[in-house]
């Protein structure tokens, strides 16, 4: 099992940049794929980016691909996403996920765990 903390989101102006880290407790970190999701009002949570338990395989939704970049550190048992070049459109709440085993994929369902999320608002 595996509990997971969000932190680093925040208000910034369009254009501009914001680290996102979250942060797992217990055991076997190594052995979780790991996403980012998030949730904007009245819409329904989407993919962000996903990376394999090594960190050698990532995937990136098409809205986020080039100004995104999500990242681990298994010995720090911390995942983190880079968000670079912000639009209003990025505005949501933020959250990790882990799935064991898992490829990184983009489906919500197949994602066992879950931060309490992080707000990220991106002004115009």
């Known amino acids: 099992q595996v509990q997971l903390v969000e932190s680093g989101g925040g208000l910034v102006q369009a254009g501009g940049s914001l680290r996102l880290s979250c942060a797992a407790s217990?055991?076997?970190?190594?052995?979780?794929?790991m996403a980012w999701f998030r949730q904007a009002p009245g819409k329904e949570r989407e993919f962000v980016a996903g990376i394999n338990w090594s960190g050698f395989n990532t995937r990136y939704a098409d809205s986020v691909k080039g100004r995104f970049t999500i990242s681990r550190d298994n010995a720090e048992k911390t995942l983190y996403l880079q968000m670079n070049s912000l639009k209003p459109e990025d505005t949501a709440v933020y959250y990790c996920a882990a799935e064991q085993w898992g490829s990184a994929t983009n489906l919500v369902a197949r994602y066992s765990y879950w931060g309490q999320g992080t707000q990220v608002t991106v002004s115009s």
């Open positions: 217990g055991r076997a970190f190594s052995n979780y794929a």
